[in-house]
């Protein structure tokens, strides 16, 4: 049975009294989530050890990073590898976000570095594919995302690819408030999961989770999730709100 999840991206939110404080207003209202869910925090590196801490002996709740580079050390000023995320004990990380695509020049090959780089430390990837508004618009956004894939996930085998989490996030949809509708999410996801059956198999293609993301909130999570094969969500604005959050996990 697939795993439902629901992630926070946190984005470049929040000082460290802050984000340990949304962090525990997080664990208090989130109960459970009940059986076969998941949620994952993903608060910006300086946390990641202090969220760790705080959410141990709530096994359904992990922590991940949103991003990472593709080498493990070396002269990479600034950067962050998969063996840091994993010596905190994080073990999810975000790979392939727009915004890293869009501000930081992430291309498809150097993404599938990085997956490789994450699932080499034992660490489950959180892979972002989506669209920009035009390619919507000219009904291209099977093609960009059927390319972003196989850029950066075909490479995989069959056990490797059964650890990556997708993230379907239509790139006109995050922070716009301007979600895909439901039918419109569950026509891509569809499409996802029917690739990755061609691709490698059904019975791998069945078993994966692939996320919705862009402008996701408590009021319209419930008819998202509710898709055939929406297993969930990758939350951006409303995960800074522990209230929002937890409502938004309630409809898992
Ligand atoms: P919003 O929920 O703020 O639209 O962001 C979505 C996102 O980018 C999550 O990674």
Redesign the pocket.
């Given at each position: 049975m697939r795993q439902k999840i629901v992630a926070g991206?946190w984005?470049m939110n929040t000082t460290l009294d802050e984000g340990i404080i949304l962090v525990k207003e997080c664990l208090e209202r989130i109960d459970g989530p009940a059986d076969n869910t998941k949620v994952i925090l993903v608060p910006p590196f300086y946390l990641l050890k202090d969220a760790v801490l705080l959410v141990k002996g709530r096994s359904s709740i992990h922590v991940g990073a949103q991003n990472c580079y593709e080498a493990d050390s070396g002269a990479f000023t600034g950067e962050i590898s998969a063996p840091m995320i994993r010596s905190v004990g994080a073990e999810y990380v975000?790979v392939g976000?727009?915004?890293r695509r869009k501000y930081f020049g992430d291309t498809d090959e150097r993404i599938a570095r990085k997956i490789d780089s994450v699932l080499k430390e034992g660490l489950s990837p959180i892979f972002?594919c989506g669209e920009e508004l035009p390619a919507r618009q000219s009904d291209q956004q099977e093609n960009v995302v059927e390319n972003q894939i196989r850029k950066a996930l075909y490479h995989l085998n069959g056990d490797q690819l059964q650890r990556v989490i997708i993230?379907y996030?239509p790139v006109w949809?995050?922070?716009?408030g301007q979600t895909a509708s439901p039918q419109q999410a569950q026509d891509m996801h569809a499409f996802i999961r029917d690739l990755l059956a061609r691709l490698f198999t059904q019975e791998i293609a069945d078993e994966i989770t692939i996320l919705y993301?862009?402008?996701?909130?408590p009021s319209n999570a419930e008819e998202l999730f509710a898709q055939k094969d929406v297993d969930g969500g990758?939350?951006?604005?409303?995960?800074l709100n522990a209230n929002d959050f937890s409502a938004i996990v309630k409809e898992l």
């Open positions: 991206n984005k975000i976000h727009s915004e972002c993230a996030e949809a995050i922070g716009t993301g862009g402008s996701c909130k990758l939350i951006g604005g409303a995960s």
